[in-house]
Every structure is written in structure tokens, then in C-alpha cells.
């Protein structure tokens, strides 16, 4: 979808600022548990991916996208089903939001790796 995309090292980057963000965010929330969890979630996937601003290579790039498209959709839920203050609710929809965009541009192909070519 996004071959000609962000490198995955900027959505690396991105995703760990998002992480940072939630966590933080999560102390001045009346209702910190959604944010905080999420957050963590985030920055665990971010960290065993296999790329280069990875603490540990343990999942595939294939892998970390499908894990971010299960943590969009528990951010987009979260916010619309959980009892949360109105700053949590906001947040996680925005994460949400900007994640899925995010994920839609960015080429996850490792640098030369050869892209399948359509018939």
C-alpha cells in the first residue's frame, strides 16, 4: 500500500513519541489505566520490532503492523466504550487516529528487500 512511504525508522520514532506521550499524560488523568496500558502497549511493539531504533529484534515488521492495527482498534474502542475523563477519551481517539494514518504510509519493507511484483 505505502511502498514509496515513510521509512520505518520514522514511524518508529513517531510510535515511540505517541508511546511517551500516553504515558506521560496518563499521570495527570483521572482515569489513567486506558492511557497508560495503551501507551505501554505501543512501546513494547515498537521496541521488539525488527528495526533500526529496536531495543530487541523479536517480531517481524509484518508482525509489528498487524499488532498496530489491534492497537488501533483497542484505542478507537477504548474511547468509545470505556468510562474515561474526557482528556483520556480524546487522546485515545486521536492516537487512534493518527496510528492508523501512520501505519497507512509507511513502507515496512526492509531496505533491500525485494517488493512482490503484481501480475
Avoid at 520505518?8 to 496518563?26: D, K, R
Avoid at 505501543?42 to 498496530?68: C, E, Q, T
Avoid at 492516537?95 to 525485494?114: D, E, W
Wanted: include cysteine.
Amino acid at each position: 500500500m505505502a511502498a514509496n512511504g515513510r521509512g520505518f525508522w520514522m514511524h518508529q520514532l513517531v510510535e515511540y513519541g505517541i508511546a511517551g506521550g500516553l504515558i506521560m499524560m496518563s499521570a495527570q488523568s483521572a482515569t489513567p489505566i486506558a492511557p497508560a496500558s495503551m501507551g505501554l502497549a505501543i512501546l513494547f511493539n515498537v521496541a521488539v520490532a525488527d528495526g533500526p531504533m529496536s531495543a530487541f529484534k523479536w517480531f517481524s515488521r509484518r508482525v509489528h503492523k498487524y499488532i498496530d492495527w489491534a492497537i488501533i482498534v483497542c484505542a478507537l474502542a477504548a474511547s468509545a466504550l470505556l468510562d474515561l475523563d474526557v482528556q483520556a477519551r480524546l487522546v485515545l481517539l486521536a492516537v487512534g487516529l493518527v496510528m492508523a494514518i501512520i501505519v497507512l504510509g509507511t513502507n515496512f519493507v526492509k531496505k533491500g528487500a525485494q517488493q512482490p511484483r503484481g501480475k
